[in-house]
């Protein structure tokens, strides 16, 4: 079962402030913190689409840079791909 408090702790609330706003370091402090929890640990995400994502923490950093950036990896990229799609779709290609 998934347990939701885990991603309210300290620790990893701190990482992804840390992720978002630290000096140097930004994705080691976010793993070390991941890989600290351990795999005993299991969590998820909402993504920007509203889907469940499971948290692997022993690679935390990548997560905790979704949750910064809104539930999305790389929304640049996303949005760009969107828009194509919507534009291919419009003109029926």
Same mark, same amino acid.
């Given at each position: ?8 702790? @300290?620790? &990893?609330? $701190? =990482? ?6 630290? /000096?140097?370091?930004? *994705? ?24 469940? @994502?499971? &948290?692997? $923490? =022993? ?6 840079? /979704?949750?910064?950036? *809104? ?23």
């Amino acid at each position: 079962m998934y347990n939701q408090s885990t991603l309210r702790s @300290l620790p &990893i609330r $701190f =990482a992804v402030w840390w992720a978002a706003h630290g /000096i140097r370091g930004r *994705g080691a402090v976010a793993r070390a913190i991941g890989r600290w929890y351990g795999p005993e640990c299991s969590s998820f995400i909402k993504t920007r689409s509203g889907a469940h @994502l499971s &948290i692997d $923490f =022993a690679n935390f950093d990548i997560y905790a840079n /979704i949750i910064n950036n *809104g539930g999305c990896w790389d929304r640049h990229v996303m949005d760009c791909c969107a828009r194509v799609l919507m534009l291919a779709c419009s003109r029926s290609i």
